[in-house]
């Protein structure tokens, strides 16, 4: 087995709170219809991450679109707003929707001090994000944090193609095999081990930490 060297890992839903928290405080303060929301944007999810969905056609989906930088946020928050109604069924702001949704996420103190730590002993360490638009993430962090940072729609790939994975093991220096990948989305991970990478499916803080103290513990 390969030594590992780096972790490359997921933004949303693993260095901030879980997405549905972040998009359902958006929803609030939007007052937007969570079941109109659900309907519209749940179909382009599962279809975006279904295993054979990777590299469809870029067209039929929005989410693949935006992701990979394809279409431009404008355009996207367009779409999105004129699918959607408030609760009380009154139309949706299109402008500077995906904004008001990102900011609602909130980083995990956590996990920034769990990529410290692993950077203290050596560990190189990269940003691998699908991206809705450049907004929603504190670059002024990054340098702290971050060996590399890989944006989706900044390099024209996203996850779970397999080139962006390659893509990020190459910003480091390393081969896929030397690399453990964290995600939230399962979809993800499986495609990260496909490419010769370590998965880690994340679901909390703690058991994250534990599996990737446990994955470095020579260090």
């Known amino acids: 087995m390969a030594e590992l060297r780096a972790v490359v890992i997921d933004w949303g839903g693993v260095l901030t709170q879980p997405m549905v928290n972040t998009v359902r405080a958006w929803i609030a303060a939007d007052q937007i219809d969570w079941d109109r929301y ?4 749940g179909p382009w999810l599962a279809e975006a991450y279904k295993a054979d969905g990777a590299d469809g056609d870029h067209a039929v989906n929005p989410v693949h679109a935006l992701e990979r930088g394809e279409c431009t946020v404008a355009d996207f928050e367009r779409m999105l707003a004129g699918l959607l109604v408030t609760t009380n069924g009154g139309p949706v702001l299109a402008e500077g929707l995906l904004t008001r949704m990102l ?13 410290r730590d692993l950077r203290s002993k050596g560990v190189r360490t990269a940003l691998l994000s699908n991206s809705w638009g450049p907004t929603g993430y504190p670059r002024h962090d990054f340098p702290e944090l971050f060996d590399a940072v890989v944006i989706s729609g900044e390099v024209g790939m996203r996850k779970p193609e ?3 994975f390659r893509h990020a093991a190459a910003l480091l220096d390393l081969g896929p ?6 995600d939230d989305v399962e979809a993800n991970v499986k495609a990260a ?7 880690v499916h994340h679901t909390e803080p703690a058991l994250t930490q534990q599996r990737l103290t446990e994955l470095f513990a020579n260090r």
């Open 162 to 164: 397999p080139r962006i």
């Open 103 to 115: 900011s609602a996420g909130m980083p995990l103190p956590a996990m920034y001090e769990l990529l």
């Open 177 to 182: 095999e030397h690399c453990v990948f964290v």
């Open 38 to 41: 659900v309907a519209v944007v």
């Open 193 to 199: 081990i496909d490419c010769g990478m370590t998965g």
